[in-house]
Nanobody, 123 residues
């Protein structure tokens, strides 16, 4: 059973930083494309960043230069370092993983999702 558990969300002021973690279990972690998504109230879920099975990364335009994805294979954990946070970054953040045989070009490719962790950025 694939499980993804996020942690690290919280409330910060504009300009602050947070690091989100996603603990993965139940599958071959290293071979799966994984990603971070977010959803603000009243908005569609959007991609923040994804990392493919070869370590290639794709960032959303709004977070480039501020957010960094990384992974600790030994700990089966995915991270999202978020710096220079802005009120527009306020959302529920989700970790997701695709099947090992799948590409991950769209949100529909991600088969497994965590429960989410809330990030709130105040002015």
């Amino acid at each position: 059973q694939v499980q993804l558990v996020e942690s690290g969300g919280g409330s910060v002021q504009s300009g602050g930083s947070l690091r989100l973690s996603c603990a993965a279990s139940g599958y071959s972690y290293m071979k799966h494309c994984m990603g971070w998504f977010r959803q603000a109230p009243g908005k569609e879920r959007e991609g923040v960043v994804r990392i493919d099975s070869r370590g290639g990364t794709t960032y959303g335009d709004s977070v480039k230069g501020r957010f960094t994805i990384s992974q600790d294979n030994a700990k089966h954990t995915l991270y999202l370092q978020m710096n220079s946070l802005e009120p527009a970054d306020t959302a529920m953040y989700y970790c997701a993983a695709a099947e090992w045989w799948s590409t991950c070009h769209s949100i529909g490719d991600f088969a497994y999702w965590g429960q989410g962790t809330q990030v709130t950025v105040s002015k």
